[in-house]
């Protein structure tokens, strides 16, 4: 979208045309109060001699763009994939991502977590976000155009091993999710971990019976397991540059493996 005309909405307008049809999406029963609060939970460490408190919930509408930017701006520069697949030097693949985040949060199941403020009359303090949706049987997949980010969705495809997902879980739709990220200044309180178990509770409400994440990073993988996850499949960063020719240069030097991993919750 050139700059004048960027503001005006004209990249979700473009991104619609290029994705399924609103019938083909799962639909978020009208029952369930949106945004509504997930999970509460006190935090690890002090922050200014006291132990904050956090809650987790639906992204609100008006904190999409602002969690979308997270995205690029942080996460980007952290994750595996992204961050040694250099994709943010690919715009092409940055506009792609952009426009697949804001597109999932409109599914309405994706998490922000936020710290209660000291000051009663302030904001909630974003602390952390999961970008999630509800991938539905028969929804068709969605074209991309970046070269950078067709080997990161490539490299997800390889993960699966060729595994029929709706078939594994016995459901026509499961949880997928596409980043967490935890703003530096409030790690080590565990929102990480309270993120992936929040999950459940959503999950529950919305009857939706099994979540799967690529977990890129061996710190993500500790806390999958944490939560509960199971390996589908493991393929080392090793195997993803010489078997799949998917190469992430300095990945190794910091994490083994990708880990496609699951969880019921029947």
């Given amino acids: 979208v050139l700059p004048q005309f960027r503001g005006q909405g004209l990249g979700l307008e473009l991104l619609n045309a290029r994705m399924p049809a609103e019938s083909a999406r799962w ?14 939970f006190k935090g690890r460490k002090e922050i200014n001699g006291v132990i904050p408190s956090f809650w987790i919930q639906d992204v609100p509408e008006d904190e999409f763009q602002n969690v979308v930017n997270c995205m690029v701006e942080r996460f980007c520069t952290e994750e595996p994939l992204t961050k ?10 940055v506009e792609d991502m952009r426009n697949l985040w804001i597109y999932m949060l409109h599914n309405r199941v994706g998490l922000a977590c936020y710290k209660e403020n000291s000051d009663p009359r302030g904001k909630p303090i974003f602390a952390g976000v999961n970008c999630m949706h509800i991938k539905k049987k028969h929804e068709p997949e969605y074209k991309f155009s970046g070269t950078t980010v067709l080997q990161i969705f490539g490299t997800l495809v390889a993960a699966a091993n060729k595994t029929d997902l ?21 790690r080590g309180q565990g929102i990480g971990l309270e993120m992936l178990l929040a999950r459940q509770e959503m999950c529950k409400a919305l009857k939706v019976e099994a979540a799967i994440t690529l977990f890129t990073s061996t710190v993500s993988q500790v806390l999958a397991e944490k939560a509960g996850y199971n390996v589908l499949n493991e393929i080392s960063y090793a195997d993803l540059r010489d078997v799949y020719k998917f190469d992430y240069p300095g990945a190794e030097e910091k994490h083994k493996s990708v880990k496609y991993m699951y969880v019921l919750y029947k």
């Fill in 84 to 93: 040694y697949s250099g994709m943010l030097k690919d715009p092409k693949s």
């Fill in 166 to 186: 709706y078939e594994f879980f016995g459901t026509d739709a499961f949880l997928s999710s596409l980043g967490l990220y935890v703003l530096p200044e409030f």
């Fill in 27 to 40: 639909p978020r029963p009208e029952t369930i109060p949106y945004p509504n609060v997930w999970k509460r």
